[in-house]
């Protein structure tokens, strides 16, 4: 059965800190990936996805098959980065989306 | 519209009975997804829709859910004889076409007594 596990509920990092938010998924065929944030009384909305292979916000992910994992990466954050982020895993010949449970970001000043 | 409009926002009913939640999607696009998140847990999907064709409803939890599209356009997600596990933030979401980023709505927190 097709799973996304995000291990972490909260993870607190300090202002200029790297960040980390884990993502690991379960599904033996080739995924699409995606992250995706929701800020304070805002929207869930796309922050990047693994084909796109782009930076946003200065964020990135890499997709490791080898490990199926998909960790969201910053290099340092920023207090505008505290929000919760959501990992999210479509099949291949399907469009359900599997979501994570999701891990809450604060970042301190 | 702007984005994927939902409504009610908040609905709160005695358990046994029936809801109806609505969702407006993003004009043009012809993919519609509904999700239920509870509390805790991460988003739950539930069915979606794809122009024409028949919806994908392999994530409705019971026969006690169904949802229809009319038009093409608005959707409506209907519980009937609601439970108390029903409660939940229903999150419904589109996109231009299948596979391609999905707007969410802001969701309907349905609670039920």
């Known amino acids: 059965a097709q799973r996304v596990t995000q291990p972490e509920k909260l993870l607190s990092v300090f202002k200029g800190a790297p960040v980390e938010l884990k993502c690991n998924y379960s599904?033996?065929?080739?995924?699409?990936l995606f992250w995706y944030v929701q800020y304070s009384r805002q929207r869930l909305q796309l922050l990047l996805r693994h084909i796109s292979r782009e930076s946003i916000k200065g964020f990135t992910a890499d997709l490791n098959k080898g490990e199926t994992s998909f960790h969201l990466k910053k290099p340092f954050a920023q207090e505008e980065d505290s929000a919760m982020y959501y990992c999210a895993l479509s099949a291949s010949g399907t469009y359900k989306y599997i979501f994570g449970t999701g891990t809450r970001l604060k970042v301190l000043a | 519209g702007a984005g994927v409009s939902q409504s009610p926002s908040n609905k709160v009913t005695e358990k046994g009975k029936d809801v109806e939640l609505r969702c407006d999607p993003i004009s043009g696009h012809t993919a519609l997804y509904w999700y239920r998140q509870s509390l805790g847990q991460g988003l739950e999907f539930l069915i979606y829709?794809?122009?024409?064709?028949?919806?994908?409803k392999s994530g409705l939890p019971s026969d006690r859910f169904s949802a229809e599209r009319t038009g093409g356009s608005v959707s409506t997600l209907t519980i009937q004889r609601t439970q108390q596990e029903d409660s939940a933030v229903y999150l419904c979401a589109s996109s231009r076409d299948l596979g391609q980023p999905q707007h969410f709505g802001d969701g309907t927190r349905l609670s039920i007594l």
């Open positions: 599904y033996s065929g080739s995924p699409e």
């Open positions: 829709f794809q122009g024409n064709s028949a919806p994908d």
